[in-house]
Nanobody, 119 residues
Framework: QVQLVESGGGLVQAGGSLRLSCAAS????????MGWFRQAPGKEREFVAH????????YYANSVKGRFTISRDNAKNTVYLQMNTLKPEDTAVYYC????????????WGQGTQVTVSS
């Protein structure tokens, strides 16, 4: 069982930056692919970025590529999402998620953290 707790959300002006953190409860982070998703009001949840457990491979949605950076610190069981040049359309609840080793779908989710970007 893995519990994921996001933090770092808030209100920021367009063009600003925020860094989200996701802390995992499990003692070992090894093997877990970690991802960030977001859901804006009235919209479907959408993929933002993911990172392999070694951190050697990352993948981003086109809408955030070049502005967001996903990273992880396995010693701290924490994944980060650095968000720069934020836009009002980035406003959403951001969720951290994990794929257990050997699985193909995200099977653990955090409770979400609100990010609001004002114009």
């Amino acid at each position: 069982q893995v519990q994921l707790v996001e933090s770092g959300g808030g209100l920021v002006q367009a063009g600003g930056s925020l860094r989200l953190s996701c802390a995992a409860s499990r003692r070992t982070f090894s093997g877990y692919v970690m991802g960030w998703f977001r859901q804006a009001p009235g919209k479907e949840r959408e993929f933002v970025a993911h990172i392999t457990w070694t951190g050697g491979s990352t993948y981003y949605a086109n809408s955030v590529k070049g502005r967001f950076t996903i990273s992880r610190d396995n010693a701290k069981n924490t994944v980060y999402l650095q968000m720069n040049t934020l836009k009002p359309e980035d406003t959403a609840v951001y969720y951290c998620a994990a794929v257990s080793p050997g699985r193909s779908e995200y099977d653990y989710w955090g409770q979400g953290t609100q990010v609001t970007v004002s114009s």
